[in-house]
Structure formats: C-alpha cells, structure tokens
T-cell receptor, first 113, second 113 residues
Framework: GNSVTQMEGPVTLSEEAFLTINCTYTATGYPSLFWYVQYPGEGLQLLLKATKADDKGSNKGFEATYRKETTSFHLEKGSVQVSDSAVYFCALSDQTGANNLFFGTGTRLTVIP | EAGVTQFPSHSVIEKGQTVTLRCDPISGHDNLYWYRRVMGKEIKFLLH????????ESGMPNNRFLAERTGGTYSTLKVQPAELEDSGVYFCASSQDMLVEQYFGPGTRLTVT
C-alpha cells in the first residue's frame, strides 16, 4: 500500500540555520511526491512537488529531490527565516486515477530570531 | 479568485449530537476531496467527488459519516451521531482535473466532548 513516514517534530531552529525534514515513502507504482505547508490559521498550501525520479522541486528557497533508490523526498532549505515557521507535510499521490493524497504526520517548524 | 472555504472554522459538540461541515470549492472545480487529521496523526483521505458523484469513498470511517454534493457545487459532511474519536481537523480540497494540484481550505476543527 501507500504510506509516508515523516520526521517527527517539533523542530526549533535559529534564523539562518539549515533545515532538513526527512520524508520516506512506500508506494505501489510511480507516485508523485509533494510537500505541503500550513501556516498558522491557514489551509494547506502546496510548497513544491516532483513527479518522477530525480526531479527536484523547488519554491521559496526550499528544495526536495525525488530519490527512487532510497524512496525519499527530504525537504531542505539553506537559511530559514522566522516566516518559515509552520507545519510541513510530505505527501504522495499514486497517480492511478483518483489522485488521492497520502500524507505524513506533519513536522512543526519554529524558527526563532 | 476565491479559494476553498470551509464552515464552520471550529465546532464543539457533545457525544451523540449531529454536526454538518460545509465546503465550498473553487468555482469550476469538478473534483472535491475530504480529508481528516486526527490529533497528531497523518492527514487521511475520506472521499472524492467528481461533480455530484462519489468517485471514491473508501476512506470514510463508518456509516455515521455522510457526504453529499448536490448539484456538484458545495459539499457537506455530516457526522451523526458524533463520537469522541471523530475529533480532529477536517480539510476540504478541490481541483479542476484529477492528477493536478489540489487546493485546500483552512479546515474545520471538530471537538467532540
């Protein structure tokens, strides 16, 4: 079946620190992979995505590379800001038609000045 | 363009009562999804509408949950009777087509006491 395992939080970093949030997946077939972000009081927003192996998704300084050999899609950012404080969700879509998303448990990131 | 909206933002009810959650998708989006996040756990798929038809309701936990999308516009999710384990955040998402980005609403936080 499909599942996503995500790094447990919470994560607290100082501004300008390097961020990594680990995500690994199990899927039948060839999924698309996503990172969603939920800022306080808001809905989930798509942060970035990758649809095939070795693709790199990037947005707002965040990056993640689709690694088929390690079934991973780790989220990274070189220098976090206070405004990056949010909950981050890794997700996959198995692309078999319904496009249902399978999510990880979410990682809460707090960036302190 | 208005995003996905959900009402209410927060509902507190007693065990055994009934609650109805509403989702208004982005105008023109035929696909509408319901998801749920129980405290601290992953966001789980509940069901998927294409227009007014249920495409996939494999994630609905039991027959106390009833989803409708009359006319293919807004959707309601009714829980009757509510149980303690139904507490969580209910998210709605919509997309224009399958296999494209889903846009999420802010969620409805349901607390059953």
């Amino acid at each position: 079946g499909n599942s996503v395992t995500q790094m447990e939080g919470p994560v607290t970093l100082s501004e300008e620190a390097f961020l990594t949030i680990n995500c690994t997946y199990t899927a039948t077939g060839y999924p698309s992979l996503f990172w969603y972000v939920q800022y306080p009081g808001e809905g989930l927003q798509l942060l970035l995505k990758a649809t095939k192996a070795d693709d790199k998704g990037s947005n707002k300084g965040f990056e993640a590379t689709y690694r088929k050999e390690t079934t991973s899609f780790h989220l990274e950012k070189g220098s976090v800001q206070v405004s990056d404080s949010a909950v981050y969700f890794c997700a996959l879509s198995d692309q078999t038609g319904a496009n249902n998303l399978f999510f990880g448990t979410g990682t809460r990131l707090t960036v302190i000045p | 363009e208005a995003g996905v909206t959900q009402f209410p933002s927060h509902s507190v009810i007693e065990k055994g009562q009934t609650v109805t959650l509403r989702c208004d998708p982005i105008s023109g989006h035929d696909n509408l999804y319901w998801y749920r996040r129980v405290m601290g756990k992953e966001i789980k798929f509940l069901l998927h509408f294409v227009k007014e038809s249920k495409q996939d309701e494999s994630g609905m936990p039991n027959n106390r949950f009833l989803a409708e999308r009359t006319g293919g516009t807004y959707s309601t999710l009714k829980v009757q009777p509510a149980e303690l384990e139904d507490s969580g955040v209910y998210f709605c998402a919509s997309s224009q087509d399958m296999l494209v980005e889903q846009y999420f609403g802010p969620g409805t936080r349901l607390t059953v006491t």
